[in-house]
C-alpha cells in the first residue's frame, strides 16, 4: 500500500513530453485546501473523477467536505462508506 503521509493521493503523474503515467505518485497536501472550491471543464475532461477522488481522500483523512452535485453523479461514492452514519457529521454541524 502507498505511504500518502497524509496526503491525498490524486493518482500517478503523467510525463508532458510523453503523455504516459509515470511511477511517481501525485499527491495534494490537504493543508493547501481553501474553504471554497470549484472545478470546471468541458465534457468529459474528468471533472467528476477528480471530485470522487477529492472526496474519497478527504474521507479518508477525516477532512469534512460538503459538495453539490445537481446532476446526481457523486451520489454513487456513498457505496463506498457503507459504515458512513449520520451522527459521522455532528462534529461539523452548530446546531
Same mark, same amino acid.
Not at 504516459?20 to 471543464?41: I, S
Not at 478527504?58 to 458512513?84: Q, R, S, W, Y
Given at each position: +500500500?502507498?505511504? &500518502?503521509?497524509? #496526503?491525498?493521493?490524486?493518482?500517478?503523474?503523467?510525463? !508532458?513530453?510523453?503523455? $504516459? #503515467?509515470?511511477?511517481?505518485?501525485?499527491?495534494?497536501? /490537504?493543508?493547501?485546501?481553501?474553504?471554497?472550491?470549484?472545478?470546471?471543464? +468541458? &465534457? *468529459?475532461?474528468? #471533472? &467528476?473523477?477528480?471530485?470522487?477522488?477529492?472526496? $474519497?481522500?478527504? !474521507?479518508?483523512?477525516?477532512? /469534512?467536505?460538503? =459538495?453539490?452535485? /445537481? #446532476? *446526481?453523479?457523486?451520489?454513487? !461514492?456513498? =457505496?463506498?462508506?457503507? $459504515?458512513? !452514519?449520520?451522527?459521522?457529521?455532528?462534529?461539523?454541524?452548530?446546531?
Amino acid at each position: +500500500m502507498l505511504d &500518502t503521509d497524509g #496526503k491525498f493521493y490524486l493518482g500517478r503523474v503523467v510525463d !508532458a513530453k510523453t503523455n $504516459e #503515467k509515470t511511477e511517481q505518485a501525485l499527491l495534494y497536501d /490537504p493543508d493547501d485546501l481553501v474553504t471554497h472550491a470549484v472545478v470546471v471543464g +468541458m &465534457t *468529459g475532461s474528468g #471533472k &467528476t473523477g477528480l471530485c470522487l477522488d477529492l472526496l $474519497e481522500e478527504a !474521507a479518508l483523512n477525516n477532512v /469534512p467536505a460538503l =459538495m453539490i452535485d /445537481p #446532476k *446526481g453523479d457523486i451520489t454513487n !461514492a456513498l =457505496m463506498h462508506f457503507p $459504515e458512513l !452514519a449520520p451522527a459521522d457529521f455532528q462534529p461539523w454541524v452548530n446546531a
